[in-house]
């Protein structure tokens, strides 16, 4: 369908009314080529009919919309004109469509019969070219087959030509290598029969051996010649020599070997005088090439011992230097902080010396780990133990220096210092590069002569800071005295204002000294086994010290007791004095009294100073020890059994101290009891004059003086100590009173009296918190009352307590009408009725 199809288009556009079968429509195979549509075929065929069907579709269209609404019936349709029946067909080109459809689908059946024709030829046409390619591809493999078999055979031909040419090659540097090594011994022979003449003849050597510019090939040449001569005479020693021929060969071979020996060591000489020039000149390059050939002669080891050696850093004026710069001045005692100071910039100085140092070391040397090894090596043996040696002069344990020259504790203090700073400075050395040497193994060995036996300083230590400390103290304690003179001790001052008391800040500078001590340890055994023995040691020194320490206290404490004590017994008089005598022993006895308290006051605080003192170690036990010495099995328990035992001897002081006080505090309330007591307090006469219900003087004096002693006893003691302290001074102030009452007789109104002293005194040692006591003074209180009651009453007061029936008896025969109210026959009978 191209240019007639377009003619007949066109000619179907002027006539569309014209039957279908007027236009024949004509289809190529060329319009189902490339991109092929279907919608696009279709529109060409049926596009010259459709445009007119539908203008007239537009047309009819428009009419129908002018339809009114009246013209719509009731069911929605319209109403059609009367003419409506007479109108053209819906679709008049449907028969032309349907005729150019049927003679598409006639054209269409021709074109695929007219393909199938073409596709069959082609078949036959491919199936006879596949039959001759098959063919061909046959003939070709077979060619191909040919081909490989002569590639596989010229492949093993050349395969056998390259191996018979390596095996030529081989032989060829086989021989060319045995060439070399001829000609090299052929010359090596000729050199050593130079060598060979006679000794020390060194005249008649080839120029090689004298020419500075090959002195890295004579080198070589020299030392192999004296490896074969060395090695050829050790055979000869060997073996036994059969021949004549073998003993001259051997004797030339020695005087070869000797005159190689002096003259690798001449021209080592020469070698290391060239490094020494080139050496002041900052001269690296020729520096290394010396150090490289002087390599081959003993490894080149004193080539780097000769570069060490001659270092500035090891000149006598430096290492004086060093002394000075860490010691001060000649003469001066050293100080642990300036030297601390001192050691930290010299071993600065030293690390930036060898820092630098390791710079033309690597730039020089072959081999600078083996350099830098010799050098910090150098360091460690010779400079840093000869500042040691001065620094660290170990002391005699026979003859300890005194403290005024720093005594033991400056030497470990100094070696403490010395020991951490040269661990540093190993540490900074390693940093720098040091090769394979163990330096801090090298660094202990420094210290070993110290370590060794340094718990034992450590304890003289402590034991010599401990015997100083107590002579200053008794200094300052003597010193005191002598300026207070014997002022007031007439008047009752206080006798223990003489002897030396327990100080908590003493204890505490004990407890710093160990402290230090146990930092040492740390610092040079930090092994656990180690540590926990040398730990347990110098905790035991501090045990040792505190328990003599606050022991000696407390018996200086109680030594005040003991003399107040003999002053009370030193100023009782009898009964048949003199008035005046009477009362200068009365000032005696309350001179003595005042001695006794103040004594008291005195063991009180000596008591409260040994408890916190007790209290530091314990903590400090805790706090600092007991972690070290966990990890050794019985360390901890074994140290904690030494610690009960070195206090077992202060508690002894400690309990016999309390008994003293309680016989202290008992003797004055004696006393007072005895001077301010009357006979009337408890037997007021019947004068009509009503009762007095205030305790009595001597009460108010005893309660008086039992508040204010005490005082120093509650603020001292704790726990079972001051349990214990109050129980037994209230039992013996119950038994006391009772003594002290048996004296007087009492009426009815002296029983109230004496009732009201009994309640004073309940009252006083309810703060004991001593149920036991408690009971007693309640009973006393029940016991007054048999001077109360009328006689018919006695039998009933004791029904609900028979325990004290025994006391109250004795109370009974104390009232005043306990003969004229014939008490004793009325009882009797009433006590052998209840038993």
Excluded at 3 to 26: F, I, M, N, Q, W
Excluded at 112 to 123: P, S, V
Excluded at 585 to 607: D, K, L, P, T, Y
Excluded at 664 to 684: F, G, H, I, N
Aim: glycine share 6%.
């Amino acid at each position: 369908m191209k240019e007639s199809r377009d003619g007949t288009r066109t000619a179907r556009t002027s006539t569309k009314s014209s039957s279908a079968d007027s236009y024949p429509l004509v289809l190529d195979i060329d319009d189902f080529k490339g991109d092929f549509s279907f919608d696009a075929l279709f529109g060409n065929l049926v596009n010259e009919l459709l445009p007119s069907y539908q203008e007239e579709d537009a047309d009819s269209a428009e009419s129908h919309s002018n339809i009114t609404a009246n013209d719509l019936l009731p069911n929605g349709s319209s109403r059609l004109p009367s003419d409506a029946g007479k109108s053209s067909p819906m679709f008049p080109e449907v028969d032309a469509l349907l005729s150019l459809f049927k003679n598409s689908c006639t054209q269409l059946i021709d074109l695929r019969k007219q393909i199938d024709g073409k596709l069959h030829n082609l078949k036959k046409e491919v199936s006879v070219q596949d039959s001759k390619h098959r063919k061909t591809l046959g003939e070709l493999e077979k060619g191909v087959d040919g081909l490989f078999n002569s590639f596989a055979r010229l492949d093993s031909r050349i395969s056998s030509v390259g191996q018979t040419a390596a095996k030529i090659g081989d032989h060829l540097q086989s021989a060319d290598a045995q060439r070399e090594t001829a000609s090299q011994t052929i010359e090596l022979i000729k050199y050593l029969m130079e060598f060979n003449s006679s000794p020390g003849d060194l005249m008649e050597l080839s120029p090689l051996f004298s020419d500075d510019s090959r002195v890295a090939e004579a080198a070589s040449i020299a030392q192999k010649l004296r490896s074969f001569a060395e090695e050829d005479i050790g055979r000869q020693v060997v073996t036994v020599p059969s021949v004549v021929g073998n003993a001259t060969a051997s004797r030339g071979l020695e005087v070869a070997v000797a005159n190689l020996q002096e003259y690798c060591n001449e021209l080592e000489n020469r070698l290391l005088s060239r490094f020494d020039a080139a050496s002041q000149k900052r001269d690296l390059s020729t520096m290394a090439e010396c150090a490289k050939i002087l390599s081959q002669f003993n490894r080149g080891t004193s080539a780097m011992q000769h570069y060490v050696g001659l270092r500035p850093m090891f000149d006598l004026e430096v290492v004086n230097e060093d002394a000075r710069l860490v010691l001060g001045d000649q003469g001066s005692q050293p100080s642990p902080s300036n030297v601390a100071r001192g050691l930290s910039s010299l071993y600065k100085e030293i690390t930036d010396m060898v820092r630098k140092e390791a710079a033309t070391i690597t730039a020089v040397f072959p081999s600078p780990n083996d350099v830098m090894s010799i050098l910090v090596q150098r360091v460690l043996e010779d400079r840093v133990p000869k500042l040691l040696e001065k620094l660290l002069d170990k002391p005699s344990l026979v003859n300890s220096p005194a403290m005024e020259e720093g005594g033991l504790i400056l030497y470990l203090r100094l070696l403490a210092v010395a020991y951490e700073k040269t661990q540093e400075l190993a540490r900074d050395l390693r940093g720098v590069g040091c090769g394979d040497l163990d330096v801090e193994g090298l660094t202990e060995s420094l210290f070993l002569p110290h370590i060794d036996i340094y718990i034992e300083y450590e304890q003289a230590s402590l034991r010599q800071l401990y015997k100083t400390k107590l002579e200053e103290l008794h200094a300052e304690c003597q010193q005191s005295s002598e300026s207070t003179g014997t002022i007031g001790r007439t008047k009752g001052a206080s006798i223990a204002s003489t002897h030396q008391q327990i100080s908590v800040t003493v204890v505490t500078e004990f407890v710093r000294w160990n402290e230090e001590a146990i930092s040492r340890c740390n610092l040079f055994a930090p092994q656990p086994a180690a540590l926990a023995a040398n730990v347990r040691a110098v905790f035991t020194c501090l045990l040792d010290q505190v328990s003599i320490y606050i022991t000696e206290g407390l018996e200086r404490a109680r030594d005040s007791l003991t003399e107040a004590a003999a002053l009370r017994e030193r100023f009782v008089i009898g009964t048949s004095v003199s008035r005046r005598v009477a009362a200068a022993a009365a000032s005696a006895a309350e001179a003595a009294a005042a001695a006794g308290e103040s004594s008291f006051r005195s063991f009180m605080v000596a008591v409260q100073r040994c408890g916190s003192s007790v209290a530091i170690v314990q903590q400090y036990f805790a706090n600092s020890i007991s972690r070290l010495l966990l990890p050794v099995e019985g360390a901890h328990a074994a140290s904690c059994e030494e610690m009960a035992t070195a206090m077992s001897s202060a508690e002894g002081a400690v309990h016999k101290g309390l008994q003293q006080c309680i016989e202290t505090v008992m003797a004055e309330v004696e006393r007072l009891l005895s001077a301010e007591q009357k006979a009337t307090d408890y037997r007021s006469p019947d004068d009509g004059i009503a009762p007095d219900h205030r305790p009595t003087n001597a009460c108010t004096r005893v309660v008086a003086y039992l508040s204010r002693v005490l005082e120093a006893a509650f603020t001292a003691l704790e726990g079972l100590n001051k349990q214990s302290f109050l129980t037994e001074l209230g039992n013996r102030l119950h038994k006391g009173l009772l003594n002290h009452w048996q004296k007087f007789t009492f009426n009815p109104s002296g029983g109230l009296r004496l009732k009201r002293d009994i309640t004073e005194y309940g009252e006083f040692v309810r703060s004991f918190n001593a149920p036991p006591v408690d009971e007693k003074f309640e009973l006393l209180g029940i016991m007054a009352n048999v001077f109360i009651v009328a006689p018919e009453s006695l039998s009933s007061l004791f029904e609900g307590t028979p325990s004290i029936r025994k006391d109250a008896q004795r109370f009974i025969q104390l009232r005043d009408d306990y003969k004229s109210a014939k008490l004793a026959s009325r009882l009797s009978s009433l006590w052998a009725g209840s038993n």
